[in-house]
């Protein structure tokens, strides 16, 4: 499949690229990578789990300053941010990774290198991104490159798991400015993601009043409500594009073979690329939820067995069409480092809280090779890697406008 570039990215591009202190600035990053692996190292050491960042917010808040950034200060909910300010009056511009990791305190953080290859719980996801952050805030001061917006330049808290991309969202609620957001997150050096995969996740449990297997037969079982429904959920057949999807997991009940249970519970993860799709699926879900309590009454002729459901996490799902601006952007960046660019389908990334707000936004995956992100064995081959900032260094000078060189790409 052929992507097309609009003349006006393709010119602003060319135009760029033709600068020298850009030029200088893509120079300055390939040599910047062993600092940028060192700080990855370092930083990979302060543990963060999920709204427990604050160790590492502020590690990274001194880092920003060191690097002369402007009103470089944690916010209220624990996010870091720093400005580059603007020589002009062009857009707001963040460029984020997020702070927190998937492991819990305790974990062994010490990187291990073997092979070119460096170990350690977190050193990709997101640390990687933080460091690669890092890496463009330093090119630009060195260039002295005048951009005609400001760009905001933060680490995020609460990106993974229950923490909801909560800092993300924060961020902007707090940002009414910021125009557009580049987040640096997932494998790959070629990915853009520029959709947000909703995620829906419901708990539902059945209860009844139990009894003895023998004695008291007859008696509706939780159990066998949730297994009904479970069958039934298991046949829904949401449409593959836009992508849609549903599994059941964490089933619990019963506490005796020889027993009609009091209760049973599991638990529901739907995904869809979009709202309407999301939605579609969640109604038919809870139809079923309570068709399973019903059927199971009906069986025995007694309305004994209550269904209770209750939704535990929401993640809006937005999309951006894959022609507009900031994904051409995105895809001219990626060319411009000599990467073939590939558009990633969905992704839950912070990426879906901008999305849903309207704001243009992508994520660009952190660069390295990578593998076993979010275990204890996960890894980092640093190979070529600074190619990363350089994408985001050249999408800031694209989307902020270069003063007195370059239009913005956003308005
Ligand atoms: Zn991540």
């Known amino acids: 499949m052929s992507y097309q570039v609009s003349e006006k990215v393709e010119k602003i591009f060319n135009k760029l690229l033709s600068m020298d202190q850009v030029q200088q600035g893509l120079d300055f990053i390939e040599q910047d990578q062993e600092q940028a692996i060192k700080d990855q190292k370092e930083i990979v050491m302060i543990e963060a789990p999920t709204f427990q960042e604050a160790k590492r917010a502020a590690d990274y808040a001194k880092r920003l300053r060191e690097l002369g950034l402007s009103n470089v200060h944690v916010d209220k909910h624990g996010n870091v941010l720093g400005t580059y300010l603007g020589k002009g009056d062009g857009p707001t511009i963040l460029l984020e990774a997020h702070l927190d990791t998937v492991f819990p305190f305790g974990t062994d953080v010490t990187p291990v290198e073997k092979n070119g290859r460096i170990y350690a719980p977190g050193i990709c996801d997101d640390t990687r991104g933080l460091a690669a952050n890092l890496s463009v805030v330093r090119a630009l001061q060195a260039t002295g490159i005048e951009t005609a917006g400001n760009i905001i330049v933060a680490g995020t808290i609460a990106e993974e798991g229950i923490g909801g991309m909560y800092g993300m969202r924060t961020l902007l609620e707090d940002h009414p400015e910021i125009d557009a957001t580049i987040s640096i997150d997932g494998s790959g050096r070629d990915s853009i993601v520029y959709q947000g995969t909703g995620i829906r996740n419901y708990q539902v449990s059945y209860t009844g009043p139990g009894g003895h297997a023998y004695g008291a037969f007859g008696l509706p079982s939780p159990i066998h409500a949730a297994a009904r429904t479970i069958a039934q959920l298991s046949d829904m057949r949401p449409p593959d594009k836009p992508k849609t999807t549903f599994t059941v997991s964490l089933v619990e009940g019963g506490h005796q073979i020889h027993a009609i249970a009091e209760k049973a519970m599991f638990k529901i993860n739907m995904r869809s690329d979009t709202a309407a799709e999301l939605d579609r699926l969640e109604a038919k879900a809870i139809e079923i939820f309570k068709a399973g309590a019903k059927e199971e009454n009906e069986r025995w002729g ?41 558009l990633a389908a969905g992704g839950c990334t912070n990426t879906n809280m901008p999305i849903m707000m309207g704001i243009p936004a992508v994520t660009l995956g952190r660069g390295g090779k990578e593998g076993g992100v979010h275990s204890l064995g996960e890894w980092f081959d640093p190979e070529g890697v600074y190619r990363c900032p350089q994408k985001s260094f050249l999408m800031l000078m694209a989307l902020a406008g270069v003063r007195g060189v370059t239009e913005p790409l956003m308005d």
């Open 302 to 342: 007694r309305d004994a067995v209550k269904v209770e459901y209750e939704k535990i996490h929401d993640t809006p799902a937005g999309s951006q069409p894959s022609d507009s601006v900031i994904v051409q952007a995105a895809w001219k960046a990626t060319e411009s480092v000599g990467v073939k660019p590939r």
